[in-house]
Nanobody, 121 residues
Framework: VQLQASGGGLVQAGASLRLSCAAS???????MGWFRQAPGKERAHVAG????????NYADSVQGRFTISIDIAKSTVSLQMSSLKPEDTALYYC????????????????WGQGTLVTVSS
């Protein structure tokens, strides 16, 4: 499985940005998620979605501002980010994991490369 993230960039506070992750390989049964790592901080789970798209979860810090979605036919997972804040600045990683409960804790089976999101104040 390979994951290719894209869509990062430099935006002002309050703006919106959409990240995409194109997956290739055998994706059936893999849940998808986004993590981020800010400078000097550990990588943390941001949002996750089940393979079927029927269940989602979010970090408290992004609840109500970020929306994760999946297009199974295109093997693409997206993260729509709105009302961005400077504290959202981080390297964002796409991830795929088998365990819905342990994946957000970092038990990830596949990582994509990071895409940088910078939010200026």
């Amino acid at each position: 499985v390979q994951l290719q993230a894209s869509g990062g960039g430099l935006v002002q506070a309050g703006a919106s940005l959409r990240l995409s992750c194109a997956a290739s390989g055998r994706m059936r049964g893999l849940h998808m998620g986004w993590f981020r790592q800010a400078p000097g901080k550990e990588r943390a789970h941001v949002a996750g979605i089940t393979f079927s798209g029927g269940e989602r979860n979010y970090a408290d810090s992004v609840q109500g501002r970020f929306t994760i979605s999946i297009d199974i036919a295109k093997s693409t997972v997206s993260l729509q980010m709105s009302s961005l804040k400077p504290e959202d600045t981080a390297l964002y990683y796409c991830a795929a994991y088998r365990s819905w409960s342990r994946g957000p804790a970092g038990e990830v089976d596949y990582w994509g490369q990071g895409t940088l999101v910078t939010v200026s104040s």
